[in-house]
């Protein structure tokens, strides 16, 4: 029997070639589809996007997750249309032809099989999943663990060196109906459906976990574990002397609000601060 995680090893070092790592967000604009898009011309979505990867890549970032979060109200995965996988595809391309480093995809909501075809199509190594094992109840309704139709999916796509960034006990939903297993067993239910890497968050976007809350999740992972939300200046070398990433996002951007374009400011000034 092989041990559990689909890759062994250690997915930040064979992927960003170091322990720890500063991963940065791409929140594209609305994509055509979704209900807050105005018409703006898709070039203009895609300049975006390399002008918020170019910000964070020039300032020091190891890589860039590229996140359909414009899309809000998110859709549930079936309810997702190709179009939004299409237009990711482009822009993923994009980034990864022009800067070489390494990307992840995240399709809003927990649409894992549209961010595995994402990330074959544009050459990106990872993706994120925020429920990839068991279900919980979010803003989108009742959502399923993704990982047994993804694993398969990956499978027929011979995409298995794609690897999966997994969040536990993921932000924006309540995660057992019953409440009857600790967080520390919902971690390990990750692991042994072979995500490679484990992501810990606060309750929502830009909110921060306690630190004793992330070193539980780091200890039950047993995998390179990262932190997904609320990572800011003035924490961030406290979360990684316990974890061994970061994904960032809200911090770096203009005025430290979400929706707005990445400050390269803020991003060169973060990242000098960094003790890695």
Known sequence: MTQLGQSGGDA????????????????????????????????AIYQRGLDDARSY????????????????????PDDIGPETAAY????????????GKPIGINVLANAAIPALAIASASGAGF?????WANAYVANEGFVEGESGRAARYRARLRANGIRVFADAHVKHGAHAIVADRPVEELVKDLVFFDADAIIATGQRTGHAADLSYISMIKEAAGL???VGSGVTPDNANDILGIVDGIIIASALKHDGVWWNQVDPARVKTFIRGLRR
């Open 88 to 99: 990711m595809a482009v822009i993923s391309d994009r980034i990864r032809r022009e800067f």
């Open 57 to 76: 890549l020039d300032g020091g970032c190891d890589g860039v997750i590229v996140e359909n979060h414009g899309d809000i109200p998110f859709a549930k």
């Open 12 to 43: 930040l070092v064979d992927l960003f070639g170091r322990t720890k790592v500063v991963i940065g967000v791409v929140h594209l604009s609305p994509l055509p589809g979704a209900p807050r898009y105005d018409g703006e011309a898709v070039e």
């Open 127 to 131: 993706i994120r999943v925020n429920q």
């Open 224 to 226: 390179p574990t990262l």
